[in-house]
C-alpha cells in the first residue's frame, strides 16, 4: 500500500531531551515536506526537501533539524525541544513539485513537550 | 508575499444541500490547485487538484478555478453529515518551488 509512514504517533518528552520523529514513503517521491498545525495557525512548513541531500527551509524552522540521506526517509530532529514545539506533525510528500501531483500526508505526531 | 484565504467557518448546511467553499490567492502565477479534506485530529486527505480554468468533477465533488479573479471554490452537493471536516484550499507556488495553504474552512452538516 502507498503511504507515508510517521512514527510515533504520540509522545511526550521533557524540555531539553533530544528526540526525532521519522517519516518513511513507499512512493519514489522525490518531494518530502515537515509540517506543523496549531489551533488556528494552519498548516505551517517547516523544512523540506526537494531530493536527497537537498534541503531548504520553510516558515517556522526554528528548532528543527532534518537530513535526507535516503529518497524513502526524511526524519525531524528537536535537538532541545521546548514547550513552544507541543504541536501536531504531519509529514507529507509529492511525486514531484512540477505537474499536477499533491500531497500524500503521514497519519501524524502529537508532541507534547513538557 | 504569497496567500491564500478561506473564511474560516464554521459554514454549517443542513444534510442534502450544496456546500460552497471558497478560496483566494494573491499570486497570480500559481498553476496549480488542491482541495484537502481534514477530519479532526486526522492527517489532511487530498479531494481534488484542479490546474485549468472552468469546472472539474468527481463524484459529488466539483471544483472551480477563474484565475482571472483568483478564486478557486469546492462545491459538495448532497452534502452529507460525513463530509462535516475542515476543507484546506492550497496551491503551487508560480515557481514549482512549494506548495502554500489556506487556514481551512470547517464545514458542518447538519442532519
Known amino acids: 500500500e502507498a503511504q507515508v509512514t510517521q512514527n510515533p504517533r504520540y509522545l511526550i518528552t521533557v524540555t531539553g531531551k533530544k528526540l526525532t520523529v521519522t517519516c518513511s514513503q513507499n512512493?519514489?517521491?522525490?518531494?518530502m515536506s515537515w509540517y506543523r498545525q496549531d489551533p488556528g495557525l494552519g498548516l505551517r512548513q517547516i523544512y523540506y526537501?526537494?531530493?536527497?541531500?537537498?534541503?531548504d527551509k520553510g516558515d517556522v524552522p526554528e528548532g528543527y533539524k532534518v537530513s535526507r540521506k535516503e529518497k524513502r526517509n526524511f526524519p525531524l530532529i528537536l535537538e532541545s525541544p521546548s514547550p513552544n514545539q507541543t504541536s501536531l506533525y504531519f509529514c507529507?510528500?509529492?511525486?514531484?513539485?512540477?505537474?499536477?501531483?499533491?500531497?500524500?500526508f503521514g497519519s501524524g505526531t502529537r508532541l507534547t513537550v513538557v | 508575499q504569497k496567500e491564500v484565504e478561506q473564511n474560516s467557518g464554521p459554514l454549517s448546511v443542513p444534510e442534502g444541500a450544496i456546500a460552497s467553499l471558497n478560496c483566494t490567492y494573491s499570486?497570480?502565477?500559481?498553476?496549480?490547485f488542491f482541495w484537502y479534506r481534514q477530519y479532526s485530529g486526522k492527517s489532511p486527505e487530498l479531494i481534488m487538484s484542479i490546474y485549468s480554468n472552468g469546472d472539474k468533477e468527481d463524484g459529488r465533488f466539483t471544483a472551480q478555478l477563474n484565475k482571472a479573479s483568483q478564486y478557486v471554490s469546492l462545491l459538495i452537493r448532497d452534502s452529507q453529515p460525513s463530509d462535516s471536516a475542515t476543507y484546506l484550499c492550497a496551491l503551487k507556488d508560480n515557481y514549482g518551488q512549494n506548495f502554500v495553504f489556506g487556514p481551512g474552512t470547517r464545514l458542518s452538516v447538519l442532519p
Open positions: 499570486d497570480r502565477g500559481s498553476q496549480s
Open positions: 526537501s526537494m531530493n536527497v541531500e537537498v534541503t
Open positions: 512512493m519514489n517521491h522525490e518531494y
Open positions: 507529507a510528500s509529492s511525486l514531484s513539485l512540477g505537474g499536477g501531483t499533491g500531497y500524500t
